[in-house]
T-cell receptor, first 116, second 115 residues
């Protein structure tokens, strides 16, 4: 489809393991966002890319979290030494950044991470 | 970005209008009001946005008070599929003055449409 695609949809891992979550944005969208959502809470901003560069990473909780977008399209969120508190749904969104747009973010369905 | 205040939950009968309020008393002159909703197990979905005039689209209407300190999202004929968490967010419009489209979500209003 033409929407934002996230893989895997579900990931179960053990405490201390390394995890990668992938996001395929809508073609032509230069901006890409990662959010994290815990049960009963709204999505929490993690990081924003404009093209290949991270324009705002103020939401990354600590240095175990890292994200890349090497070619300005697909992005990978990387979590090292996972902890049980990292369990959440990780949402990716993309958008146009032109002022002609209405500033709408298009979200994927998320990757559910469970750390045992 | 300005903070918003929304009721935690609301009920609405199927076929009736759902009116979801939002307070944003500290909104700045260049900040828009955006509404998104999140159906269970899906990502958030854009509904509508406005600056100071009332807006209507195929999904909903947005009524913004004259002082812009509050707004109401109206779903004119709620259906069971409208059951979701509705988020009211204020921010500078996308692309305006170099601003990003970054959204800061609160906890929203859980709208339960009853049959």
């Amino acid at each position: 489809g033409a929407g934002v695609s996230q893989t895997p949809s579900n990931k179960v891992t053990e405490k201390g393991k390394y995890v990668e979550l992938r996001c395929d944005p809508i073609s032509g969208h230069t901006a890409l966002y990662w959010y994290r959502q815990s049960l009963g809470q709204g999505p929490e901003f993690l990081i924003y890319f404009q093209g290949t560069g991270a324009a705002d990473d103020s939401g990354l909780p600590n240095d175990r979290f890292f994200a890349v977008r090497p070619e300005g399209s697909v992005s990978t969120l990387k979590i090292q030494r996972t902890e049980r508190g990292d369990s959440a749904v990780y949402l990716c969104a993309s958008s146009l950044t032109s002022s002609r747009g209405r500033g709408e973010l298009f979200f994927g369905e998320g990757s559910r991470l469970t750390v045992l | 970005d300005a903070k918003t205040t929304q009721p935690t939950s609301m009920d609405c009968a199927e076929g009736r209008a759902a009116n979801l309020p939002c307070n944003h008393s500290t909104i700045s002159g260049n900040e828009y009001v955006y509404w998104y909703r999140q159906i269970h197990s899906q990502g958030p979905q854009y509904i509508i946005h406005g600056l100071k005039n009332n807006e209507t689209n195929e999904m909903a209407s947005l009524i913004i008070t004259e002082d812009r300190k509050s707004s109401t999202l109206i779903l004119p004929h709620a259906t069971l599929r409208d059951t979701a968490v509705y988020y009211c967010i204020v921010r500078v419009g996308g692309g305006v003055g170099g601003a990003t489209n970054k959204l800061i979500f609160g906890t929203g209003t859980l709208l339960a449409v009853q049959p």
